[in-house]
């Protein structure tokens, strides 16, 4: 795969510093660009940002000079195709816009656009098809002088929505969903850079992360839905969420209460798990290089997942299930646990990027043979 120049709009911020680390020595991407707000942009990015990974900050990138976060912003030629964004939703909800207008691939860790009906919510392992609906977004079908399609707005979901559609999707396949409850519990990560003061998280659960259980509730149902020809038909199966959050740095645990429509033993479910991996064959010779051998893993023991030591399986990308056990409410209840800041944010972009390259949606050409092929 040829390695493509990117962008990361939000540098600076906790999700674009995991972009950062992620993309670095990418086999497919190139980080060539950078930008942040106003405040930031002209400097350089080891000047404006507190670097707070665990991997240190590449020096490559320490030299970069951020650019302002607008396209018009970046000289003539300069402005990558590819644009990671990392934004607050009502920032996002201004720029994502400009860039897809300037014909970027805009590939949105934000909640803003996730809900549009023409815009793609993807997990590719569960809901590759719904790529589709790129094709009829206005800055799509602008085409440049050269022929070359233009650009897109790409999402994906919120944290906690993408490791429970993981462990979802294969239920829903062999035995349809009727109605869920999920309790989660989430890590101070996910509120970002302060991020929750100190003084209310040690010690304490804090009940109410705004518009989190909004989220849950009506993502999971475009996720899980059917694509028809400009839009998706919402999977109708009732999700009631309470969300907290708790004094944990990473990982999102979530409590699931699960009704089926057909009845479904241990071991089906077992299996169901074990055996979905829906992106193996996608393209023959060519695996995506962010993408999990195994999405969903099942932990036997009584007292995982942890977020202390599960929470890396398969590099931060897989989802961990375990307590599989009967629910006196409804059918069956388990307990999972996903990376919040890598599946959830920016592993999960750069994946969706990985299956737009393969599917030829990151070429500006149309490539409708192979994109067909891989989405059959």
Same mark, same amino acid.
């Given at each position: 795969?040829?390695?493509?120049?990117?962008?990361?709009?939000?540098?600076?911020?906790?999700?674009?510093?995991?972009?950062?680390?992620?993309?670095?020595?990418?086999?497919?991407?190139?980080?060539?660009?950078?930008?942040?707000?106003?405040?930031?942009?002209?400097?350089?990015?080891?000047?404006?940002?507190?670097?707070?990974?665990?991997?240190?900050?590449?020096?490559?990138?320490?030299?970069?000079?951020?650019?302002?976060?607008?396209?018009?912003?970046?000289?003539?030629?300069?402005?990558?195709?590819?644009?990671?964004?990392?934004?607050?939703?009502?920032?996002?909800?201004?720029?994502?816009?400009?860039?897809?207008?300037?014909?970027?691939?805009?590939?949105?860790?934000?909640?803003?656009?996730?809900?549009?009906?023409?815009?793609?919510?993807?997990?590719?392992?569960?809901?590759?098809?719904?790529?589709?609906?790129?094709?009829?977004?206005?800055?799509?079908?602008?085409?440049?002088?050269?022929?070359?399609?233009?650009?897109?707005?790409?999402?994906?979901?919120?944290?906690?929505?993408?490791?429970?559609?993981?462990?979802?999707?294969?239920?829903?396949?062999?035995?349809?969903?009727?109605? %869920? !409850?999920?309790?989660?519990?989430?890590?101070? &990560?996910?509120?970002?850079?302060? /991020?929750? #003061?100190?003084?209310? +998280? =040690?010690?304490?659960?804090?009940?109410?992360?705004?518009?989190?259980?909004?989220?849950?509730?009506?993502?999971?149902?475009?996720?899980?839905?059917?694509?028809?020809?400009?839009?998706?038909?919402?999977?109708?199966?009732?999700?009631?969420?309470?969300?907290?959050?708790?004094?944990?740095?990473?990982?999102?645990?979530?409590?699931?209460?699960?009704?089926?429509?057909?009845?479904?033993?241990?071991?089906?479910?077992?299996?169901?798990?074990?055996?979905?991996?829906?992106?193996?064959?996608?393209?023959?010779?060519?695996?995506?290089?962010?993408?999990?051998?195994?999405?969903?893993?099942?932990?036997?023991?009584?007292?995982?997942?942890?977020?202390?030591?599960?929470?890396?399986?398969?590099?931060?990308?897989?989802?961990?299930?375990?307590?599989?056990?009967?629910?006196? %409410? !409804?059918?069956?209840?388990?307990?999972?646990? &996903?990376?919040?800041?890598?599946? /959830?944010? #920016?592993?999960?972009? +750069? =994946?969706?990027?990985?299956?737009?390259?393969?599917?030829?949606?990151?070429?500006?050409?149309?490539?409708?043979?192979?994109?067909?092929?891989?989405?059959?």
């Amino acid at each position: 795969m040829e390695r493509r120049k990117v962008g990361i709009l939000g540098a600076t911020g906790m999700v674009g510093q995991r972009f950062i680390q992620l993309l670095n020595n990418h086999p497919w991407f190139e980080i060539v660009w950078v930008a942040a707000s106003d405040r930031s942009a002209g400097k350089r990015y080891d000047e404006a940002c507190k670097w707070k990974l665990d991997t240190p900050l590449p020096p490559r990138i320490a030299a970069m000079t951020l650019m302002p976060n607008i396209p018009e912003g970046t000289p003539h030629g300069q402005l990558p195709r590819i644009i990671f964004a990392a934004l607050d939703a009502a920032v996002a909800h201004e720029l994502e816009p400009k860039f897809a207008a300037a014909g970027c691939a805009v590939i949105s860790n934000s909640s803003a656009f996730r809900m549009t009906s023409d815009v793609p919510l993807v997990v590719p392992e569960v809901n590759a098809d719904h790529l589709a609906l790129i094709e009829g977004q206005v800055w799509r079908k602008d085409r440049a002088d050269d022929g070359a399609l233009g650009g897109y707005i790409v999402t994906n979901p919120n944290c906690c929505a993408i490791g429970l559609v993981l462990a979802l999707a294969p239920l829903q396949q062999r035995f349809g969903i009727e109605k %869920l !409850f999920v309790s989660t519990m989430q890590a101070v &990560s996910g509120a970002g850079y302060p /991020g929750v #003061a100190s003084l209310d +998280i =040690l010690g304490n659960v804090i009940p109410f992360i705004k518009n989190e259980e909004e989220k849950l509730q009506e993502e999971i149902g475009k996720l899980l839905g059917t694509i028809a020809v400009d839009h998706i038909e919402m999977l109708h199966a009732p999700l009631s969420a309470h969300c907290n959050r708790v004094a944990v740095i990473d990982g999102h645990m979530e409590c699931v209460s699960i009704k089926f429509k057909t009845p479904a033993t241990y071991e089906e479910i077992l299996a169901a798990w074990a055996e979905f991996q829906p992106l193996k064959g996608i393209h023959e010779g060519h695996p995506l290089p962010s993408a999990p051998e195994q999405p969903v893993e099942f932990d036997e023991s009584i007292d995982r997942p942890q977020p202390r030591l599960d929470l890396m399986r398969g590099n931060g990308m897989t989802t961990t299930v375990g307590r599989l056990r009967p629910c006196n %409410l !409804f059918d069956w209840k388990f307990v999972l646990l &996903s990376h919040n800041t890598v599946r /959830g944010a #920016a592993g999960a972009a +750069i =994946l969706n990027a990985e299956i737009l390259a393969m599917l030829g949606k990151l070429d500006w050409k149309p490539v409708p043979a192979l994109a067909k092929a891989a989405l059959v």
